[in-house]
């Protein structure tokens, strides 16, 4: 009401409790908090999921590697195998070629 008695008018807004400027920080504080524990919530996840995918991949490199190692002691024990079975028959064809030259030598001496 005025001076006059008339009633005056006033817009809304106006007559709407306006939040205090302490409210307002308070409220943008709690969205930078909210925003806070959504990122921390996120990073958490991203975290538990690349610790699982390391495990996997840690698995696998493992088992790849245990496989690699098995497949080349394999080899080299077939090698070793091949080895001494060529060596077993040298000495065979060796004893073979002694004993032929023992004879010629004895046909020749008789």
């Known amino acids: 009401m005025v001076e006059d008695g008339s009633i005056e008018h006033v817009p809304e807004e106006e007559n709407e409790p306006r939040a205090s400027n302490s409210e307002q920080v308070e409220m943008e504080i709690a969205l930078i908090l909210e925003k806070i524990n959504n990122f921390t919530q ?33 080899k080299w024990q077939d090698e070793i195998k091949e080895l001494r079975l060529l060596d077993a028959a040298n000495e065979e064809i060796d004893a073979l070629l002694h004993n032929a030259k023992y004879m010629l030598q004895n046909i020749h001496a008789g």
């Open 42 to 74: 996120m990073v958490s996840e991203l975290l538990e999921s690349g610790k699982s995918m390391l495990k996997e991949l840690t698995n696998e490199f493992e088992e790849r590697m245990i496989l690699i190692h098995k497949e080349q002691m394999e």
